[in-house]
């Protein structure tokens, strides 16, 4: 009953821009915390950035400086504007919220489907 849709990824040179955003909808009451984590292949997974609703952000340090994250808590959306993007940045992006359900008084994480960042050398 709740979605995280994605959109943004795609393929890019390295040092160009690409920016991801993620649209949380469904029976929603409120909204915690909303994020990204990546995936690369043979990699674990790791966050790389994420928000509050009162607006405390934190960002994977290989990231600072390059990416900034954002969020529309009117329309329960979580955007990160990378920019100079590196080979290494390449992974499949993930989209993670902690959301209170209407009716229950449960903190929850829900994920998104992922999106594919490629960045060519």
């Known amino acids: 009953q709740v979605q995280l849709v994605e959109s943004g990824g795609g393929l890019v040179q390295a040092g160009g821009s690409l920016r991801l955003s993620c649209a949380a909808s469904?029976?929603?009451?409120?909204?915690?915390?909303m994020g990204w984590y990546r995936r690369a292949p043979g990699k674990q997974r790791e966050l790389v950035a994420g928000?509050?609703?009162?607006?405390?952000?934190n960002y994977l340090d290989s990231v600072k400086g390059r990416f900034t994250i954002s969020r529309d808590n009117a329309k329960n959306t979580v955007y990160v504007q990378m920019n100079s993007l590196k080979p290494e940045d390449t992974a499949v992006y993930y989209c993670?919220?902690?959301?209170?359900?209407?009716?229950?008084?449960?903190?929850?994480?829900?994920w998104g489907q992922g999106t594919q960042v490629t960045v060519s050398s």
């Open positions: 928000i509050t609703v009162g607006g405390s952000i």
């Open positions: 993670k919220a902690d959301l209170i359900t209407i009716g229950t008084t449960v903190l929850r994480a829900y």
């Open positions: 469904g029976n929603i009451f409120s909204i915690n915390f």
